[in-house]
């Protein structure tokens, strides 16, 4: 982990920021001295817990429940905010299934979290992002699916390449203020989303495929958030990081 409070003084806001990967990148943030804003769905218990996490890692935390699949409720929380110029685009949801039997509900679902939810979020915080000037990030978190597709994940893979397509046109759009926009994209990394039984066969089979033999752990995601928002990489914009062991290369 990044230790060093180049972040000090930065305000960043992280959806999904309860469990998983979220809460992973808001430690990473905090311990490089930001203030955090975590957002969560429901799990307003599991926020309360990131927080505490962030706070230990010698970052500031607050807690903010709302639903990035509503554009009107994600544009009031972040105007309350006020002041913003870290975003990272990370609350998802995985509902697999054939394609042939995806109902329109399942589809709206992962399309308007994964994809719209990035959208609702970029939008309301982009005035507030170009005010940072060039310490204004944003990031969003695809997958490897996005690159590769799945079967059993064709709304999953479709929202997820969709936000490589919002990545590198916010890029352009805002390169013009300083403010970056990345994606990282990460493979299989253990979390709630990943962790429901997968059998021990399956997992091996799995590991097989990861040149550095092993899943990733939501730390490995949160690293390289940290680096991308800080000051070091203020000349990369528009790109995909793929932090997957090499599974795909
Ligand atoms: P997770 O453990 O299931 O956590 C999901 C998080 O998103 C929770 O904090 C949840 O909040 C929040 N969330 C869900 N719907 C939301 C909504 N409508 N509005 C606001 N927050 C919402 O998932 P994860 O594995 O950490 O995944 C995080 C991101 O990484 C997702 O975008 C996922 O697609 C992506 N990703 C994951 C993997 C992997 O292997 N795990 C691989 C590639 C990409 P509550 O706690 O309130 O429910």
């Not at 990370?90 to 939810?117: C, H, P, Y």
């Not at 479709?158 to 759009?173: F, N, Q, Y």
Request: charged share 20%.
């Amino acid at each position: 982990m990044i230790v060093d409070k180049a972040l000090h003084g930065r305000v960043a806001l992280v959806t999904g920021a309860s469990r998983g990967i979220g809460r992973a990148i808001a430690v990473a943030l905090g311990a490089r001295g930001a203030k955090v804003i975590i957002n969560y769905a429901s799990r307003e218990d599991a926020a309360r817990e990131a927080a505490t996490e962030v706070e230990a890692a010698g970052g500031q935390a607050v807690i903010a429940g709302f639903d990035v699949a509503n554009s009107s409720a994600v544009t009031d929380a972040i105007k309350e905010h006020g002041s913003l110029d870290i975003v990272v685009n990370n609350a998802g949801v995985a509902i697999n299934g054939l394609l042939m039997r995806f109902s329109d509900e399942q589809w709206q679902k992962v399309m308007m979290t994964n994809l719209a939810g990035a959208f609702h979020c970029t939008r309301a915080a982009a005035t507030f992002v170009m005010k940072a000037k060039d310490a204004g990030r944003i990031i969003n978190i695809t997958s490897v699916v996005g690159e590769m597709g799945n079967g059993g994940q064709a709304a999953y893979a479709a929202s997820k390449a969709g936000l490589i397509g919002l990545t590198m046109s916010t890029a352009r759009e805002l390169s013009s203020r300083g403010v970056t926009c990345n994606a990282i994209a990460p493979g299989f990394i253990e979390t709630d989303m990943t962790a429901k039984e997968l059998p021990e066969a399956a997992r091996a089979k799995l590991i097989e495929q990861i040149p550095l033999g092993r899943i990733g752990r939501a730390s490995d995601v949160g690293d390289a958030v940290a680096f991308l928002a800080g000051p070091e990489a203020g000349y990369i914009t528009g790109q995909v990081w793929r932090v997957n062991g090499g599974m795909l290369m």
